[in-house]
C-alpha cells in the first residue's frame, strides 16, 4: 500500500523484484566465494557480480521513473552475464589471459579483441550446462537488437520516450531483469560449488513466479527459449 491507495501492477513488481533479490543472495554462500581459485573462476565471478550490480541499477531507475536509461541498463546486464558465463565455460586460456592482465594501454587494447555478445553466446554451445545456451540465445534473439536501439538513442526509446511507456512493457523488462538476475546468482552457486546454493535459487524461482518471465515459471532452471520478449 503507497498513500493509502493499493499498489499498482509496477510497484508491486518492483517490491517483489526486490524481495526476489534479497531470497536468491540469502540462499548463496557470503561473500560468494568461488570454490576454486584462479584467473577463470576470478573473473567470472567479477562478471556476475557486475550483472547483478546492473539488474539492481536498472530498479532503482525505474522506481525514480528513469524508465529509458533503466531499459538501456538491460543490455549491459545481459552482456556482463554472458561474459560472466563465456569466461567459466568456453573461452580460451590465452582469451583469460588477456581478460585478466594488469591494466596497461597494451592490456586495454588487447581487451578489445575479446568477442562481444553474440559471439560470447554462439560459444556457450555444447559448452555450458543444459539449458544455459539456449536462454542466453533466446533472450538474445528476443531482445537484444532492440535494446541495441536504446544505446544509440535509436526509434525505439525516441518513441517510447515521446510517448510514454505502458505500464506492462516496464513490467516485463522487470521480469526479464529478474530472470538475469537468477541466472547470475546460479553462477555464484556454480562457482561456490554448492548444489544447496543451487537448489535454493532454483526454489526462489518458483517461489517468486509472479516477478518471472513465463519460461521461467515453467521451469525451475533455464532449460527453454529464455525470457519472454518484450515489445520494446
Known amino acids: 500500500m503507497l498513500g493509502g491507495m493499493a499498489e499498482s501492477k509496477l510497484q508491486a513488481t518492483l517490491r517483489r ?4 533479490d534479497d531470497a536468491v543472495l540469502a540462499a548463496l554462500p557470503n ?3 568461488q570454490a576454486v581459485r584462479n584467473p577463470r573462476h576470478d573473473a567470472s565471478l567479477a562478471a556476475s557480480l557486475m550483472s547483478l550490480e546492473h539488474g539492481r541499477a536498472i530498479r532503482l531507475l525505474i522506481s525514480a521513473e528513469m524508465i529509458t536509461t533503466g531499459i538501456g541498463v538491460q543490455r549491459i546486464q545481459f552482456e556482463a552475464l554472458a561474459r ?4 567459466l565455460y568456453a ?3 590465452d582469451q583469460i589471459g ?4 594488469p591494466m596497461s594501454p597494451k592490456a586495454a587494447k588487447a581487451g578489445e579483441k575479446l568477442p562481444m555478445a553474440a559471439e560470447m553466446v554462439q560459444a556457450l554451445r555444447g559448452k555450458a550446462p543444459p539449458g544455459a545456451y539456449e536462454a542466453m540465445a533466446g533472450f538474445k534473439v528476443a531482445t ?3 535494446l541495441h536501439s536504446y544505446a544509440h538513442a535509436g526509434f525505439h526509446p525516441l518513441k517510447r520516450h515521446m510517448e510514454g511507456y505502458p505500464e506492462t512493457l516496464v513490467v516485463q523488462i522487470l521480469w526479464n531483469s529478474n530472470a538475469l538476475l537468477t541466472m547470475a546468482c546460479s553462477m555464484f552457486a556454480a562457482l561456490a560449488g554448492s548444489a544447496a546454493a543451487m537448489r535454493a535459487v532454483n526454489e526462489a524461482r518458483l517461489a517468486f513466479a509472479d516477478c518471472l518471465p513465463v519460461i521461467t ?3 525451475s532452471n533455464e ?3 529464455g525470457p519472454r520478449r518484450p515489445m520494446i
Not at 523484484?17 to 526476489?20: I, P
Not at 560472466?84 to 569466461?87: D, G, Q, R, T
Open 91 to 93: 573461452a580460451s586460456a
Open 217 to 219: 515459471k515453467q521451469v
Open 223 to 225: 532449460s527453454a527459449s
Open 31 to 33: 561473500p560468494y566465494v
Open 17 to 20: 523484484s526486490d524481495e526476489l
Open 144 to 146: 537484444l537488437k532492440p
Open 84 to 87: 560472466s558465463m563465456w569466461l
Open 98 to 101: 588477456a581478460a585478466t592482465a
